[in-house]
């Protein structure tokens, strides 16, 4: 079965429907998947984007974003590389109302047991599922 890497303005239009033209196209992209045709891959970065485009062009928010990318995750014939820990990011992102590319990074840590350093004051109070903290110079000697 062919295997096929979308674009997040295909993931957007399928998701938002806005387009008379793509979404249609988007849609039977999803709807080949669906039926076993194709395999539909969504890389990280592009799940990333496509929230960053729902949130500042759609006025989306965790609460509407999150559910629909389970649901575009759980859609047979549609796989995303690292779903092990990103389903887990989509989760935090939606409960925490935290900013997604904060959650996906706590989910990576806590999936590949690494601590978090940041300057991110509130990602270091909202996750505490992980070891999260501020570099300083006694880490790096």
Not at 16 to 21: F, M
Not at 66 to 84: E, F
Request: glycine fraction near 4%.
């Amino acid at each position: 079965m062919k295997s096929i890497a979308i674009d997040a303005n295909v993931i957007v239009r399928y998701l938002t429907g806005d387009d008379p033209a793509q979404s249609p196209a988007a849609t039977a992209l999803f709807h080949a998947a669906r039926a076993g045709r194709v395999n539909l891959v969504l890389p990280v970065s592009i799940l990333q984007e496509s929230v960053y485009v729902l949130e500042t062009f759609y006025g989306g928010t965790p609460s509407t974003i999150a559910p629909k990318l389970m649901s575009l995750l759980s859609l047979t014939g549609v796989t995303c590389p690292d779903a092990r820990w990103v389903l887990d990011g989509i989760q935090w992102y939606r409960a925490k109302n935290a900013d997604f590319g904060d959650a996906l990074l706590c989910a990576y840590a806590l999936h590949h047991d690494c601590e978090v350093n940041t300057f991110d004051k509130e990602l270091i109070k909202n996750f505490t599922e992980i070891t999260a903290s501020e570099p300083t110079h006694s880490k790096v000697k």
